[in-house]
Every structure is written in structure tokens, then in C-alpha cells.
């Protein structure tokens, strides 16, 4: 093997290996993003596929229209795609890598389905939620002791050990992105994904337009994968210093609240101390005040014997 070849593959499958696939998405379209090329060649060569969506897609406001909107936007992708429509989990978005369903539900649904080959987000991922259902994939009892692991790359490129040519799914994967109209409306995302999978024919030969990358584990290497990788404590180190930054900010939001009051006060002060000057000079140039002066010069007389 050459050096070059340690780091990225120098040829392309047509197809991962699977005859029942499951896919775990994090969000209503990352199952496209990441291999919808993949899955529409599985779907063609007549594979099982299940694909199970987990968030709500709600975003961080929880906004219920949105979720609705994305659901169907991932419907329609997989009838472009030719497989069937996924399940939705609807855990909330956001929210994945705490959440105590996370598991137990990947768990149950394995057991279940029973998947010969199983993709799920890569654990060098950025997004929280994909970090999340990657480590709970790898993590799962319940995967068959026959299943295949293969990682995928959405937002954050892999260290690949598969590439799969589908320069002749491009075209239906891109008629596929172009249904999350609700994504492609905050960024390009059919873009970057699509520049990624051209990206990844850098070392293939040059008639293949698009590829997409794996890190594929066979049964017995994910259990050493995992132990030498360590995602969780990474992610876990990750959120400690988030919540340290977000303490940090709060701290500093209530200093500089306090701070706005102390003006605050300082202003009505110095407002107060210059009503009270403007009284005491409307005083001391009233004709009253002036009548007067000798009364006050005496009384201040007397005090002084």
C-alpha cells in the first residue's frame, strides 16, 4: 500500500454492502446530504432500507410549522431517491445529546429491524445532534452481531476507508436536495454538498463526477474503533467548556446589567444635584434672598460668640 493510499481510497465501489440497511439521521435531510447517492444505488439493487429520522427538525425555537414542512420535505426527497418515506422520531432538535430516549430508541429499533448494514452520522462531526446518534450508534447492544458500521459526513469531512461512485445517482441526489427548500433558504447546503462529493473524486479516475465517502467498520472493529477514538469523552469536554462559556456569559450579562443600574443611578444623581443647584441659585438671586442679607450676617454673628 502507498502512503497516499493509507489516507483515502484510490478506487470506488458502485454500492456499500447490505442487504437491510438502516440509516440514522439526525435531521430531516441528513440522510441525503450524507448518502442519499448511496441509498438511491441500494434502493436500486434491491435493498431493504429503513430510515429512521430523530429530531423534530424544529430548531431551537421549537417551531412546529418548521417540523412539519421538513417531515415532508424528506418524504418527497426519498420518492426521488426511489425508497420509502422514513419514520420520524420527533425528539427535539437540539437537544439530542442529553436526551435519556436517545438510546433506548436506537436500541429497540435495531433489535427490531435487524440491519445487515447500518449508517449513521461520523463521529468527527461538528453538529451536536450527529455527534450524538453517531456515539449512540456505535454505542448500541442491540446492533446485530453480523452488521456492518458506516459512517457518513455531512457538515465536517471524514477520514475515509470507502468511497462509492454515484456519478450516475448526481443527478436524482441533487433533485433530492433541492426539496429542503426550508434549509436551502438559510444556506446552500445542496452546494456544499455537492462541491464535497466532487471534492471526493480527487483521487479517482477522472470520468467519476461524484463520489461519497464511508468509514466503513466491519462487525469486529467497533468495539477497538470506538476505544481508541473516544468520541464521548471528546463531546463530553466539548459541553463542559460550552457550559463553562455559557456560565461565563451569564456572569458577565449580570455585571453588566448591575453596571447599567449603577449608571442609572449615577445619572439620576447627577441630575438631582442639578435641579438642586438651579433651586439654590434661583434662591440666591431672589429679591427676598437680598433683603435679607443683613439678617444673615448678623445671625451669623452671633453664632460665631
Known sequence: MSLERFFTPYQADTRLPGDVVAVLAPHPDDEVFGCGGTLHALAAAGAELHIAVISDGAGLGQDAALARQRRAESCEAARCLGYPPPEFWELPDARLYEHPALQPRIDAWLAEVQPTLLLAPSIWEMHRDHR?????????????????????????????????????????????????????????????????????????????????????????????????????????????????EQATAHRQEALEAELRELRGDNTRLAERCRDLEAMQRAIQQSRSWQLTRPLRWLAERWRGN
Request: aromatic content about 6%; hydrophobic content about 45%; some cysteine.
Open 132 to 244: 450524538a446518534v453517531a456515539e449512540a450508534a456505535l454505542s448500541s447492544e442491540q446492533r446485530p452481531a453480523h452488521c456492518r458500521v458506516a459512517l457518513y459526513e455531512v457538515g465536517q469531512p471524514l477520514q475515509p476507508n470507502r468511497l462509492v461512485d454515484i456519478t450516475a445517482q448526481r443527478e436524482a441526489k441533487q433533485r433530492a436536495m433541492r426539496c429542503f427548500a426550508s434549509q436551502l433558504a438559510v444556506q446552500a447546503y445542496d452546494r456544499h454538498i455537492s462541491g464535497l462529493n466532487a471534492f471526493r473524486t480527487y483521487t479517482l479516475p477522472i470520468d467519476i463526477l461524484a463520489a461519497e465517502a464511508f468509514c466503513l467498520l466491519e462487525p469486529e472493529e467497533v468495539a477497538p474503533f470506538l476505544a481508541s477514538r473516544q468520541p464521548q469523552a471528546i463531546t463530553r469536554v466539548v459541553h463542559e467548556a460550552e457550559r463553562a
